[in-house]
């Protein structure tokens, strides 16, 4: 796809093209060569007659409609769940191949729940709608995949630590406009996007706390990585907001069935794809958002293994939540469902 442009068999339309995941898909499929004329960027009514940036060009919005979507012989939803809800079934249903990255279908039983370097094996050559998951699930499902090669699972505890842009763009307005106010002599303006101020401050919930006392992304991020590594393996998360733009981290401490060590571990993860390692703390070599903001690849280091338990190993990874944990993994599940004959290109 990369060299060859779009030669699929229609339109590829990104709809939310006004949203913080659009805005990086659109630069992705212009770095990927895909030709400005291939692409419908679609929103709401009142974002439609704008423009929004595609590479070196521009592409005019239009509104989401039957109109427009039913041309679309790809659709990527960058959307909340009520629209990914009304249109994914209905493009679908017309032949269109919808990647979806909403939460709306991630745990349906019918829909493939994908990271193409983990489960692209499940991408049947008739799958019309797939959805990508959470963007702090997709980092982790990619280590534990390359750990699972070596060890059996036996519980996996995951702390993270979430960027604002995880709740889209005006959240990311929301902490810019927090900061400003003490240098512009201006008082904090309300928080609206979360609880309480974002700015200085660190909420141990990313949302509404349900059942069992955990969150709806705490219950993203365990039962999403369990459909995708296709094992009950225990995920335990606490899923936490930080006052970072872009880059979502996570602590990570993996038990095996049998000894591991954090010599082993670092040898599995160098190399594998996807996934860079950054583990010399000597130098400060670390996973940071800064350093993975920008970046395709998932950063991990601080592996350690477990002072008081042979089976256990510690890890700290860093991942763009727009690139990796969103836009970018929805490209390449194009790109294998390309590949495994989903779609001609
Ligand atoms: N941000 C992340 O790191 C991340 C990661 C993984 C998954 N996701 C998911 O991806 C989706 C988009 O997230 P985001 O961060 O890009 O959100 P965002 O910045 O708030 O953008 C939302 C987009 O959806 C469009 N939209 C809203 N309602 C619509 C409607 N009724 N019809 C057509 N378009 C509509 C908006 O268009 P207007 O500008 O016209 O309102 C805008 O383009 C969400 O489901 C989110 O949960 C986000």
New binding site residues.
């Given amino acids: 796809m990369a060299a060859a442009g779009w030669p699929g068999p229609g339109p590829i339309a990104v709809?939310?093209?006004?949203?913080?995941?659009?805005?990086v898909l659109l630069g992705l499929l212009a770095e990927a060569g895909v030709p400005a004329g291939a692409v419908m960027a679609?929103?709401?009514?009142?974002?439609?007659g704008r423009t929004v940036s595609y590479g070196a060009e521009v592409v005019p919005?239009s509104?989401?409609g039957e109109d427009t979507l039913g041309r679309a012989a790809v659709a990527f939803?960058?959307?909340?769940?009520?629209?990914?809800a009304r249109?994914a079934p209905w493009a679908a249903a017309r032949g269109t191949l919808v990647i979806d990255?909403?939460?709306?279908w991630r745990l349906d039983a019918g829909v493939p729940l994908v990271v193409p370097e983990v489960n692209a094996h499940v991408l049947a050559p008739g799958v019309r709608l797939v959805a990508?998951?959470?963007?702090s699930t997709i980092p982790l499902a990619m280590v534990l995949a390359v750990v699972r090669r070596h060890r059996e699972l036996v519980r996996v505890l995951v702390s993270t630590y979430q960027?604002v842009?995880?709740?889209?763009?005006?959240a990311v307005e929301e902490l810019a406009a927090q900061v400003r106010a003490p240098y512009e002599g201006r008082a904090e303006p309300p928080p609206q996007i979360y609880s309480e101020p974002i700015a200085g401050n660190v909420l141990p919930a990313c949302d509404a706390v349900g059942a069992a006392g955990f969150t709806g992304e705490e219950w993203k991020l365990m039962r999403e990585t369990q459909k995708i590594l296709d094992s009950p393996v225990p995920v335990v998360a606490t899923a936490v907001r930080v006052p970072v733009a872009v880059g979502?981290s996570e602590s990570v401490a993996i038990q095996c069935a049998s000894p591991v060590t954090a010599d082993e571990v670092r040898g599995w993860l160098d190399g594998a794809p996807g996934i860079r390692l950054a583990d010399d703390p000597g130098q400060g070599l670390w996973p940071t958002p800064r350093r993975a903001a920008g970046t395709d690849d998932v950063w991990v280091g601080r592996i350690r293994s477990d002072p008081y338990a042979a089976d256990t190993v510690h890890l700290f990874l860093s991942c763009d939540?727009?690139r990796k944990?969103?836009a970018l993994n929805g490209l390449h599940i194009l790109q294998a469902a390309i590949e495994r004959g989903a779609i001609s290109a």
Avoid: D, F, I, M
Wanted: with cysteine; net charge negative.
């Fill in positions: 709809v939310g093209a006004t949203g913080l995941v659009g805005e679609l929103a709401t009514e009142h974002s439609a919005v509104a989401l939803l960058a959307t909340p769940n009520a629209v990914s249109w990255k909403s939460s709306q990508t998951p959470n963007c960027a842009s995880g709740s889209g763009r005006e979502h939540n727009l944990g969103a």
